[in-house]
């Protein structure tokens, strides 16, 4: 039933059975895209709940065509809608105990700057995903009591539903979010940065906390303050809805499993991309010298993935200069936005000035 169909694309040299799947040894009529692409249509009018994937085996090509085993996750937008208040709820609480220091109205705009740059990154994810054929839930906020966590969220999250179909893909799934959430970080931080004040260090409590800057926020505070040696930047709360989201920019675009920097580093490196994953795991874990935040972050990543990624469908097809170029699109928002010690708190600051 299957081998017409791969056949209309491909010269089959051999099949072969696997665990729950069928293996052809193929020869490309067409260029790869072109021929995987002709065998995915045909298969998905067969059956849509089986897949086509097109990899390089050593110095052949196979076509495995096996089940969709992964689950839809169908989310109701009342569930959004219902996730989106708590998170304004949890993230205004925040602003209000931890940042602003009892004012409502500067809560206020903390957690909806900070909500609009979340958002915005998702979505950056979604409607990329949409206009690449991938199946794509609607943005999911995570609220947090601020006791737990100081920002009240642990930022939004977007599902797939179906696979991606090839590098391509992947690569502008992968990016778009960090671009998009960076480029409204960026107009939020500055002007908060422009509405921030220096204070005297010794006006540091020990229960504060020392926000560390990226190389995008010394490189703004240096242009509106100059030397703050002898100073600390009292942030207006925009400036720190700014920073949160900057932070959460650098965290998405490491290069290693399932983040944002790990789906473009599988599409463009699919056979070593393994190898960057455990460099990166590493570099974490040596970075808990400065922040015990990265050992926890490097022991969850590695949890949640296994430094494995699934890839695409079509593992094959080659890219195109655009999409090289992304990578150093990632690199250049990576030195910018990335913190060797995001907080500190303010007695340890105060105690090494």
Not at 327 to 348: D, K, N, Q, R
Request: charge should be positive; charged fraction near 20%; include cysteine.
């Amino acid at each position: 039933m299957f081998s017409e169909a791969v056949e209309k694309g491909f010269v089959i040299k051999d099949i072969s059975m696997k665990e729950n799947a069928v293996v052809y040894k193929v020869v490309p009529r067409y260029s790869h895209e072109e021929s995987f692409s002709i065998v995915f249509k045909e298969i998905n009018k067969i059956d849509k709940e089986t897949i086509p994937y097109y990899r390089e085996v050593k110095e052949d090509y196979e076509i495995i065509i096996t089940r969709n085993f992964k689950k839809k996750r169908e989310i109701r937008p009342e569930i959004n809608l219902l996730l989106f208040i708590l998170t304004l709820i949890t993230t205004t609480l925040a602003g209000y105990v931890f940042w602003v220091e009892g004012n409502i109205r500067d809560s206020l705009i903390f957690s909806t700057s900070l909500l609009a740059i979340l958002g915005v990154h998702e979505l950056g994810h979604a409607i990329t995903a949409r206009k690449s054929g991938v199946e794509a839930t609607l943005p999911i906020f995570i609220p947090v009591p601020p006791p737990i966590f100081p920002f009240g969220t642990l930022g939004a999250v977007i599902f797939m539903n179906s696979p991606v179909p090839n590098r391509k893909a992947l690569i502008d799934v992968g990016i778009s979010g960090p671009i998009a959430g960076f480029c409204l970080s960026i107009p939020i931080a500055i002007i908060g940065l422009a509405m921030s004040k220096p204070e005297s260090i010794t006006s540091i409590s020990g229960e504060e906390f020392v926000l560390g800057p990226s190389l995008l926020f010394y490189l703004v505070i240096k242009f509106f303050f100059g030397d703050l040696s002898d100073k600390v930047l009292v942030l207006h709360p925009l400036a720190i809805a700014g920073w949160a989201g900057i932070f959460v920019t650098s965290l998405n675009l490491l290069p290693i499993g399932q983040l944002d920097g790990g789906h473009v580093i599988r599409g463009i490196f699919p056979k070593h991309y393994r190898k960057i994953y455990l460099a990166t795991l590493i570099l974490l874990l040596l970075l808990g010298i400065f922040w015990f935040g990265w050992i926890l972050w490097a022991i969850v990543v590695y949890i949640l993935t296994r430094l494995k990624h699934p890839g695409p469908l079509d593992d094959v097809s080659q890219l195109d200069l655009k999409r090289k170029f992304m990578l150093l699109v990632m690199v250049i928002i990576l030195i910018l936005s990335f913190m060797p010690t995001p907080i500190i708190p303010g007695e340890l600051f105060s105690k090494n000035i």
